[in-house]
């Protein structure tokens, strides 16, 4: 049972020592940390920092070996409302659809029963949901599985300056909005998901370590709220998903996961946004290796194919769509990065009556561009990524965060943004491109998605030239099925014990290096046939 504190009169997190109290002044009530005296009265807020967070956790070494094994990844987990078998994607939808895909065909096409549902986009249906007396899932008339999820893992506002011990914020129609721990649970109560993702004071790995142990404590005492809304309320049966905080500070995220670990939850979400940009698998290995093997764990924000396969081998059992859609966004489609699946083919294998179609306006083939841009390719996330993403910006004066509010961002309140999902050009296509407008060939020969079987590059060029509607839908379409083609070897891959040779493999790929698919063999081929 929660405890309360004499002296401070505050609400303890359970079975943890009292804390230490720390007064902060001029904090603004309505804009976080921003100091306006013509929007709101100034006030003093109570920072409760826990010191057992302090105390050093070690992984569990006997289980870090196990990680990426059938017997840890190959599982199935069940409450009375939703069962999962891992390891899956999830789709990322908005107001429980997939973005750009209409109901019907995406029934018909992308073979997912599990949705993320970020709670910005069904924060203006709760009160029709509750005039109308249905839950989200009748509303919108789906046969899927909900999760809410109250961080935005596409947009990925900074929206820490705004987050305060009552609640956290979330940008919807009408601006920003504060969401406290009752308002969240009674819009749960209402949309009624198959689960639910607790509040979470998310946070960055730049910022301090004074700013992560307080996001710590609000994410903790959040949840055991949670738990406690769960258990009082006997008409509510969804489960809790448990955030692990921390903003990528070793000590702190091992210690809030060991706290987290103890709690009754479904089980744990790492948001990708609150981890370094690179390095990150050492942290989320151990962090696994000391929660319940049988409770699963959501990585979401993954940023490309070769961060969700990593994630699979650190020990996650699901990841979300979320780079999907910015990839369709982007008018681009990906390119297949697993050798060993049937009905793909490497994009520099292009049949001999395309490759007359294959220069643009400058004379140039596509294959040697597509070549060169494979070459430039130096890490994980693409050139592009990796050389415009800082570790660690300088302050931006006036910058617009979400909708056109413009606050003065800190240096150190860094966190991901929608312009820093890049796709990494050597495994995708352009197709915005003009080097394309006269190939007539699928995206990818072989592919038996919708989008390859009916409809050519010179098509979809056209389509994202012209700004039509039906461009980002047949994209979303043909990257969805080769994800769901990345899961699938996947999980062959685990079955056959040889999940760390197919991270690799997809690694040497991404990077344009030879490996096992012969890639140099056929980019040599390609060029001889362009020249």
């Known amino acids: 049972s929660s405890g309360i504190n004499a002296e401070y009169g505050e609400k303890l997190i359970d079975g943890e020592t009292p804390v230490k109290k720390l007064k902060v002044t001029n904090v603004d009530s309505t804009y976080g940390n921003q100091k306006d005296k013509s929007k709101s009265k100034k006030r003093n807020e109570t920072i409760l920092i826990n010191p057992e967070l302090e105390v050093k956790v070690v992984p569990d070494s006997s289980r870090l070996p196990?990680?990426?094994?059938?017997?840890?990844?190959?599982?199935?987990?069940?409450?009375?409302?939703?069962?999962?078998?891992?390891?899956?994607?999830?789709?990322?939808?908005?107001?429980?659809?997939?973005?750009?895909?209409?109901?019907?065909?995406?029934?018909?096409?992308?073979?997912?029963?599990?949705?993320?549902?970020?709670?910005?986009?069904?924060?203006?249906?709760?009160?029709?949901?509750?005039?109308?007396?249905?839950?989200?899932?009748?509303?919108?008339?789906?046969?899927?599985?909900?999760?809410?999820?109250?961080?935005?893992?596409?947009?990925?506002?900074?929206?820490?300056?705004?987050?305060?011990?009552?609640?956290?914020?979330?940008?919807?129609?009408?601006?920003?909005?504060?969401?406290?721990?009752?308002?969240?649970?009674?819009?749960?109560?209402?949309?009624?998901?198959?689960?639910?993702?607790?509040?979470?004071?998310?946070?960055?790995?730049?910022?301090?370590?004074?700013?992560?142990?307080?996001?710590?404590?609000?994410?903790?005492?959040?949840?055991?709220?949670?738990?406690?809304?769960?258990?009082?309320?006997?008409?509510v049966t969804s489960r809790v998903l448990a955030p692990i905080p921390g903003s990528g500070d070793r000590q702190l995220t091992m210690k809030s996961a060991s706290l987290l670990a103890t709690r009754d939850v479904f089980g744990y979400v790492i948001e990708r946004a609150t981890l370094p940009l690179v390095g990150w698998e050492d942290l989320v290995k151990d962090v696994v290796s000391i929660l319940p093997p049988t409770r699963p764990v959501f990585m979401l924000g993954v940023l490309n194919e070769l961060e969700m396969v990593k994630a699979y081998n650190c020990g996650c059992h699901f990841v979300d769509s979320t780079f999907v859609l910015h990839y369709a966004n982007k008018g681009r489609a990906m390119l297949p990065c697993c050798p060993t699946s049937k009905n793909t083919v490497d994009e520099t294998k292009q049949t001999p009556n395309s490759s007359e179609h294959s220069s643009n306006a400058n004379g140039k083939s596509s294959v040697s561009s597509t070549t060169a841009a494979e070459e430039t390719s130096s890490s994980d996330f693409g050139p592009s990524l990796a050389e415009n993403v800082p570790t660690n910006p300088a302050p931006v004066e006036g910058e617009n965060i979400g909708k056109k509010k413009k606050v003065k961002e800190q240096g150190k309140s860094y966190i991901f943004k929608p312009e820093h999902y890049i796709p990494n050009p050597s495994r995708s296509l352009d197709l915005i491109s003009p080097e394309y407008t006269r190939q007539f060939t699928p995206l990818v020969e072989g592919c038996g998605c919708f989008t390859c079987a009916r409809h050519t590059r010179g098509y979809l060029s056209h389509l994202l030239v012209t700004h039509e509607l039906l461009a980002p839908t047949l994209l979303m379409l043909h990257n969805l099925a080769h994800v769901r083609n990345v899961v699938q070897e996947t999980r062959r891959s685990v079955e056959a014990g040889e999940l760390g040779q197919h991270e690799e493999r997809l690694r040497r790929v991404f990077e344009g290096q030879s490996g096992d698919n012969g890639m140099e063999n056929d980019k040599q081929q390609s060029e001889s046939k362009s020249m």
């Open 66 to 235: 196990l990680l990426n094994t059938s017997s840890h990844l190959a599982q199935t987990f069940s409450s009375p409302r939703v069962i999962l078998t891992s390891p899956d994607i999830m789709s990322y939808t908005v107001c429980g659809q997939v973005p750009h895909v209409t109901a019907d065909l995406c029934d018909r096409e992308i073979n997912g029963d599990v949705s993320i549902v970020p709670l910005h986009s069904i924060f203006n249906l709760v009160g029709i949901l509750k005039k109308l007396g249905k839950p989200l899932s009748q509303f919108i008339n789906t046969p899927n599985k909900l999760i809410i999820n109250p961080y935005n893992s596409f947009e990925a506002c900074d929206l820490t300056v705004f987050n305060d011990q009552l609640g956290m914020s979330i940008w919807g129609k009408g601006g920003r909005k504060r969401v406290t721990s009752k308002d969240y649970h009674d819009i749960v109560k209402t949309c009624d998901p198959e689960l639910f993702v607790s509040l979470s004071d998310v946070v960055p790995s730049t910022v301090n370590k004074k700013r992560a142990n307080k996001s710590c404590y609000r994410t903790l005492q959040w949840v055991n709220e949670a738990i406690t809304f769960l258990s009082d309320s006997d008409h």
